[in-house]
């Protein structure tokens, strides 16, 4: 999910959602579907997103050199997009790590009346898969309404790991593009082209998931700011980290505490839809390990606790820009009923916090991903170079 390589995977648990897209004050909603997939043989879940997190440490350029994978990792959405005139549906993975909008891979492209090759070649590898082709410009619907003409496509010619869907719609950093299209330094996103032909009126982006043990397994992208229906609270924003490496990506500044005792110092970290877990520096993940008396467990990669325990666990707070986001005992538990997924057995207990591999003060020192992005509202805002969150109706959710 980077300019260049990033991520999303997985095998399918929820069904393909289909684009629909209700008008609201000028804002637009785009329906996707959660998915998940059963690790490859040898593979643990705190290995896969421990893997990533290197190479995003590493900066945009390790992206664009093939090091993060869009293809194994746990959780993955999907939505319906049109493109052409007629327009033909396509499903693509949404992924906020990236920027290149691309089809292709499974569904192949026939070029419509809208389109135009531009004669340039598109190359980006994202790890344990690549696509390499044709840069196209071309009318793209997401849902009814939200249209945009001219949208700068790959169209792939050659793509690997991407079975099941047929390429990506990039929502990240227009800056992740760069290296990826010949001929030019870096092309505009879909959000770009929307906000520069008004269609929104924010350069800006909203996210909603449902806990993934919940009976919505589903989720929504609101383009032009937040959707108010989804939350129940105020969005509050904080600036993008000017930290490096976080700041290349979707970055923030903040602190975590476990009830009352601090494991992280402010630092900086980044917001991603492409990582399963939340993963903290090497130091904060052995207090939290310590004061939660969690083991170790091999099959997983997670730590596990007792019932006991589990009933003793404290909220784990994220304080980001003076709010304070808690997770509570459940929202720190990877969904009971998902063990098998992750090669787990039905009856234990696994936390959703993992070691990011690093000591802190390397500039990235955590990852807040689906685990706390499906308790909590996310607006990534390109216009003011801001992160926001706030609550909904799944914050304090027991459904794990």
């Known amino acids: 999910m980077f300019p260049s390589k990033a991520l999303l995977s997985l095998c399918l648990l929820a069904t393909a959602a289909a684009a629909s897209p209700v008008k609201r004050d000028n ?128 169209v792939a010619s050659s793509a690997q790991g991407f079975s099941g869907v047929d390429g990506i719609l990039g929502i990240g950093p227009v800056a992740l593009t760069s290296g990826t299209v010949s001929g ?15 269609t929104i009126s924010t350069e800006s982006i909203g996210i909603y998931y449902a806990p993934a043990a919940g009976s919505d397994t589903g989720g929504e992208l609101s383009f032009g700011g937040p959707d108010s229906s989804k939350t129940t609270g105020d969005v509050a924003y904080v600036p993008i980290t000017s930290t490096s490496p976080a ?65 003793k666990l404290e909220d784990l707070n994220f304080e980001i820009g003076g709010t304070k986001y808690p997770l509570s005992a459940n929202g720190q538990i990877f969904p009971r009923s998902l063990n098998s997924a992750i090669g787990g057995d039905a009856d234990s207990i696994y936390l959703i916090v993992s070691d990011i591999g690093t000591q802190s003060g390397q500039g990235l020192d955590f990852i807040n991903g689906y685990a706390f992005l499906e308790r909590y509202y996310s607006v990534y805002d390109t216009t003011n170079s801001q992160v926001g969150f706030a609550t909904t109706a799944n914050t304090d959710a027991t459904s794990n």
């Open 184 to 198: 030019t330094d870096s092309v505009p996103t879909v959000t770009d082209n929307l906000a520069k032909a008004g």
């Open 247 to 311: 700041s290349q990506y979707w970055g923030i500044d903040q602190s975590i505490s476990y009830g009352s005792t601090s494991i992280l110092d402010k630092t900086a970290g980044i917001v991603d839809t492409g990582t399963t877990l939340v993963l903290i520096a090497s130091d904060a993940f052995q207090a939290y390990q310590k004061a939660t008396g969690a083991t170790a467990d091999s099959t997983t990669g997670l730590l596990k606790v007792t019932s006991a325990q589990y009933s």
């Open 27 to 154: 804002k637009s909603t785009l329906s996707f579907a959660t998915r998940f997939k059963q690790l490859d043989q040898g593979k643990t879940i705190a290995e896969v997103d421990r893997a990533r997190a290197a190479a995003l440490q590493g900066g945009a350029k390790s992206k664009r050199d093939g090091n993060v994978s869009v293809t194994n990792a746990q959780v993955t959405y999907t939505a319906s997009v049109g493109v052409g005139s007629p327009a033909t549906q396509y499903t693509l993975l949404i992924d906020t790590g990236s920027s290149n909008t691309w089809v292709g891979a499974d569904k192949k492209y026939s070029p419509s009346s809208s389109a135009k090759d531009t004669g340039n070649t598109v190359q980006v590898s994202y790890g344990s898969g690549s696509f390499s082709g044709e840069e196209y410009t071309d009318t793209v619907t997401l849902g009814d309404g939200l249209v945009i003409k001219s949208q700068s496509i790959g």
